[in-house]
């Protein structure tokens, strides 16, 4: 069962992916937890910011769970990198109450959050900016392992994360996975090409 603390964050989570940040209210959030107001100060005396920064940290964490958990299936990184986000392209069509779909309630998009906040809000902007450094590490680590010098490992893993980020906002767009597949073709040869 949920504690209050998890219901509202929850409902955060899911009126911040429905109406925006700025769109969305602390009383709206408040009704659709189901949750008396004290405890929103109690677990988030910061309010809606500090809602939104630990959905960000939490959406981080799985992200960069899910990444290195799939990259760790293949040895070789543009294989392994290929396989992982031809993968992703299977979650344009998921379900939104799945973890794993793009437009899912149950996590923030941080590229929604990001755009939004980042010219009003420097600690959101930061914890966005954490949250897209954490996943190119992901990929960095994976190039390093397999011989990449650190340099090149940081420019290419850089790269992956900006191509990536772009096709996911584009398949969730146009509801079209071939902006991902193509992507999983560009880092498949970026890597070759850069090795």
Do not use: H, W
């Not at 405890?39 to 899910?66: H, R």
């Not at 958990?69 to 290929?82: C, G, H, T, V, Y």
């Not at 793009?102 to 420097?122: G, P, V």
């Amino acid at each position: 069962m949920e504690n209050n603390k998890q219901k509202i964050l929850n409902a955060a989570i899911i009126l911040f992916q429905d109406k925006g940040y700025y769109g969305t209210g602390l009383n709206e959030i408040l009704r659709k937890s189901d949750c008396p107001k004290g405890s929103l100060y109690y677990y988030f005396p910061n309010g809606k910011e500090q809602l939104a920064l630990e959905s960000i940290e939490m959406t981080k964490n799985f992200v960069d769970g899910m990444i290195r958990r799939n990259l760790e299936k293949i040895d070789d990184p543009a294989e392994s990198m290929k396989k992982f986000v031809c993968e992703m392209a299977e979650n344009v069509y998921i379900d939104n109450d799945d973890l794993s779909s793009f437009q899912s309630n149950r996590k923030i998009s941080i590229n929604l959050i990001a755009l939004e906040t980042s010219k009003t809000n420097d600690n959101i902007r930061k914890a966005c900016e954490e949250a897209y450094s954490t996943f190119e590490k992901a990929y960095f680590d994976k190039l390093v392992e397999n011989g990449f010098d650190d340099d090149k490992a940081k420019e290419v893993s850089k790269t992956i994360e900006s191509l990536i980020e772009g096709a996911i906002l584009m398949s969730t767009v146009k509801k079209d996975d071939t902006y991902i597949l193509n992507v999983a073709d560009i880092i498949y040869y970026l890597i070759k090409k850069s090795s």
